[in-house]
C-alpha cells in the first residue's frame, strides 16, 4: 500500500523509518514545512516528496501517519478523513480538549477510520498484562501501579507548548491503566513539585507529579511522573488482585539500582530513551494501522479512547491547582 506522512521530525522520521520496513507498505509519500527535513526522509526511505499536505492526500495515498505539531492534528485529521483515507495521529487529537471534542463531533458518522497513537497498548508486557486481567488471572482488582519517568526534561520550548505535564506524559498512563483494567475513572486527585529545571516552573508546569485515581469499581491507581530520572527512561505497571500480582517492565533493562545484597537484577544496561524501550511496539502499532488501511480490522484507538485519557488529564490538572479531590464528570460538565 501507498502511505502518506505528514511531519519529518523525531516521530515522524522514526515512523518513516519503520514504515518502510514493513511489507505491507509499497511507498512512502511524505511533506514537512521544512524542505530540508522531507528530502532527507525522501533519499533515506525512497519516499516521493509532496508540497503540501493538501498534495500528500491527493497523490493516491491508502492510508496518512500525522506526526506534525499538535497545533496541526485538528486540520489534518479533519482533511484526511473528508479526503476518505485512513487517518493515523500521534497523541493528541488536539491542543485542548475542547478542540478534540470539536474533532470527534465532525468525524462522527464517517466511515473513515482514525487511529490515534498510544503505543503502550502495543507493547508486548501491557497486552500480556490485559490478558493477565481481562482472563481473570488475578481475581478482583484492588491496586495498581502506573510509571513514567523520563531521564531529563524535553526543551524549554516543548514545555511551554506541551499543555503541562499531565496532559503530555500523564496521559500515556491513563490510557494504558483503562486499557489493562478495563474499568473507567471516577475521580483523581493530584499533588506536584518542582525540584528541578527553573523553565518547568516558570511555564506553571510541575516536573514531578503523583496521582491517586478511583476506578469505577473501587480499585485504587497510582501514577507517578517525572522529568528527572537519571538513571534512563523507566515505565512500569504492577497490578495487583485477590489473587495474583504482576509487573509490566521489571526486565534486565529497567533503570533502577537494587541495593539488596547477593542481588544482580537488574543485570542489563538501563533503557535511555522512549524509543528504545518502546521500538517494538511502534512497530507493532504501526502494522496495526496497515490492517485498518486494509479494512481487516477496526482501530485499535480512537479518538474516543484518546479523549477518555484526555478527561482524566484535564481532572488532575485541575486537582493539582486547587489542591482537592476532582470528579471526571466535573470536568466534563465544565
Not at 3 to 22: D, K, N, Q, Y
Not at 117 to 145: I, M, P, S, W
Not at 183 to 210: C, K, L, M, P
Amino acid at each position: 500500500m501507498r502511505i502518506g506522512i505528514l511531519g519529518l521530525g523525531r516521530i515522524g522520521a522514526f515512523h518513516a523509518e519503520t514504515l518502510s520496513a514493513l511489507d505491507a507498505v509499497g511507498s512512502l509519500v511524505v511533506a514537512d514545512p521544512v524542505a530540508d527535513a522531507a528530502r532527507a526522509a525522501a533519499e533515506r526511505f525512497g519516499a516521493e516528496v509532496a508540497d503540501s499536505p493538501e498534495a500528500v492526500l491527493a497523490s493516491g495515498v491508502d492510508g496518512v501517519v500525522i506526526a506534525a505539531a499538535t497545533d496541526a492534528h485538528p486540520a489534518l485529521i479533519l482533511a484526511a478523513v473528508e479526503a476518505g483515507v485512513p487517518v493515523f495521529c500521534e497523541k493528541p487529537v488536539a491542543r485542548t480538549i475542547a478542540e478534540g471534542v470539536d474533532v470527534l463531533k465532525a468525524v462522527s458518522g464517517r466511515d473513515v477510520p482514525v487511529q490515534i497513537g498510544f503505543n503502550r497498548r502495543f507493547d508486548a508486557g501491557f497486552a500480556a498484562a490485559r490478558a493477565a486481567v481481562r482472563g481473570g488471572e488475578l481475581g478482583k482488582l484492588h491496586t495498581v501501579r502506573s510509571t513514567t519517568l523520563d531521564p531529563a526534561p524535553p526543551p524549554a520550548a516543548y514545555i511551554a507548548s506541551s499543555g503541562g505535564i499531565f496532559r503530555d506524559c500523564s496521559v500515556h498512563d491513563f490510557d494504558v491503566v483503562r486499557w489493562v483494567t478495563g474499568r473507567e475513572v471516577s475521580e483523581v486527585y493530584a499533588v506536584g513539585g518542582n525540584r528541578g529545571a527553573d523553565f518547568i516552573r516558570e511555564a506553571g508546569d510541575a516536573d514531578t507529579t503523583g496521582a491517586v485515581l478511583t476506578l469505577d469499581d473501587g480499585t485504587i491507581a497510582v501514577i507517578s511522573n517525572s522529568r528527572h530520572n537519571a538513571r534512563g527512561y523507566d515505565v512500569r505497571m504492577e497490578i495487583h488482585g485477590f489473587d495474583d500480582s504482576i509487573a509490566v517492565g521489571l526486565e534486565d533493562k529497567l533503570p533502577l539500582r537494587s541495593v539488596e545484597p547477593g542481588t544482580a537484577f537488574p543485570a542489563g544496561t538501563p533503557h535511555d530513551f522512549f524509543m528504545d524501550r518502546f521500538a517494538a511496539a511502534y512497530r507493532a502499532e504501526l502494522t496495526a494501522f496497515t490492517e485498518v488501511v486494509a479494512g481487516a480490522r477496526p482501530s485499535p484507538c480512537t479518538i474516543e479512547d484518546a479523549l477518555e485519557a484526555g478527561w482524566i488529564a484535564e481532572a488532575c490538572t485541575l486537582s493539582l491547582h486547587e489542591h482537592r479531590p476532582v470528579t471526571i464528570a466535573e470536568v466534563r460538565r465544565g
